[in-house]
C-alpha cells in the first residue's frame, strides 16, 4: 500500500476494542486521521495515547449506535474534527448466544439496533457529509460469515448480518452518484471480546475442524482486505463482499 491514506479523515466505530482497535492502529499506522468511537471512551483514550508515535492521528469520540440521535451527533463531531470525513468503517456489532425458540424481544432488538440499525443511520449520516463535501467517499461495513451461512443459536446476528450486505449492495446502487463506495468485509471466527469463551472452548477446537484452512483469523488478516476497501485501491469496487475466512464458506456440507 503506498500513500493512498495519508491525511484520509476517518470514522470507525466499535473502535474501544477487538477487530475496531485494531482497525484504528492499522489506518493511524497509514498516516490517517481517524475518529475512534464507541461508548468506553476510557478506552478509547487508552487507544489514541497507544497511538501516538504513529504517522497519522487518533481522537477519541463518544458514540452509541443504538440511539439515532447519538449517531447523528456522533458523525456531525466527526467531521467537524476532520474537517468532512472519506471513510467510514461501520464496525459496531454484538452479538448472543440464544436459541431460537428462547430469543425475546429485548435480545432481538438489542443486536439488530447496533448491527443493522445503527450501521444504516452512521452510513446516512457519513454519506451526507461526503456528498456535502464533494469529493465522495468508502464505507465498509463489517459484516460477517453468518451473514451468508448460518449456524445455530445466532439466529439475531446472522440476520443482522445479512441484513447488513444487502443494504451495502442498496446503498452501493444509490450512491455510487456521489462517487461514494460501499462494500462489506465479512470476517470468519477471529478471537475477540464478542466470542473468545466460545473459541477458546470444545465448541471451538471441533468448528476449526470445518474450516479449511485449519485455524481461526487474527485481526492482521483483515488488514490487506481493509485498506483495499478503504483506499484507491479499490476505486472501481461497490457493492462487494469480501470474505476473509480461510475458505470457512466454501467449506463442505
Ligand atoms: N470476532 C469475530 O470473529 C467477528 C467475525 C465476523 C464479524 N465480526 C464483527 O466485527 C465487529 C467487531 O467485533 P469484535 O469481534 O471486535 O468484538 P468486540 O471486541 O466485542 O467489539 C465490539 C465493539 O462494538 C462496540 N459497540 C457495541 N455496542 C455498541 C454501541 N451501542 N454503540 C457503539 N459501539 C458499540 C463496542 O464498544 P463499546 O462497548 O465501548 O461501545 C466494541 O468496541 C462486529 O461488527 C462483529 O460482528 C467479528
Not at 181 to 208: H, K, Q, W
Request: proline share 3%.
Amino acid at each position: 500500500m503506498g500513500e493512498e491514506l495519508k491525511g484520509k479523515r476517518v470514522l470507525v466505530t466499535g473502535a474501544s476494542s477487538g477487530l475496531g482497535a485494531h482497525f484504528v492502529r492499522l489506518l493511524a499506522g497509514q498516516g490517517a486521521r481517524v475518529v475512534a468511537a464507541a461508548r468506553r471512551v476510557e478506552r478509547l483514550e487508552e487507544l489514541a495515547a497507544d497511538c501516538a508515535g504513529l504517522p497519522g492521528q487518533v481522537m477519541p469520540l463518544a458514540l452509541d449506535v443504538a440511539s439515532v440521535p447519538s449517531i447523528q451527533a456522533g458523525v456531525a463531531e466527526a467531521a467537524r474534527l476532520l474537517g468532512g470525513l472519506d471513510v467510514l468503517v461501520n464496525n459496531a456489532g454484538i452479538g448472543e448466544t440464544e436459541a431460537a425458540i428462547s430469543i425475546t424481544e429485548a435480545q432481538w432488538d438489542a443486536q439488530l439496533d447496533v448491527n443493522l440499525k445503527g450501521c444504516f443511520f452512521a452510513a446516512q449520516a457519513a454519506a451526507q457529509v461526503m456528498i456535502a463535501g464533494k469529493q465522495g467517499g468508502t464505507i465498509v461495513n463489517i459484516a460477517s460469515i453468518l451473514g451468508e451461512r448460518v449456524t445455530a443459536r445466532v439466529l439475531p446476528y446472522a440476520v443482522s448480518k445479512a441484513g447488513l450486505i444487502q443494504m451495502t449492495k442498496g446503498l452501493a446502487l444509490e450512491w455510487a452518484r456521489h462517487g461514494i463506495r460501499v462494500n462489506a468485509l465479512a470476517p470468519g471466527y477471529i478471537a475477540t471480546d464478542i466470542n473468545r469463551d466460545m473459541l477458546e472452548s470444545e465448541v471451538g477446537a471441533t468448528l476449526v475442524k470445518r474450516i479449511p484452512s485449519r485455524r481461526f483469523g487474527e485481526p492482521a488478516d483483515l488488514d490487506g482486505p481493509l485498506l483495499l476497501l478503504c483506499s484507491d485501491a479499490g476505486r472501481h469496487m461497490t457493492g462487494t463482499v469480501v470474505a476473509v475466512d480461510g475458505g470457512h464458506l466454501v467449506s463442505g456440507l
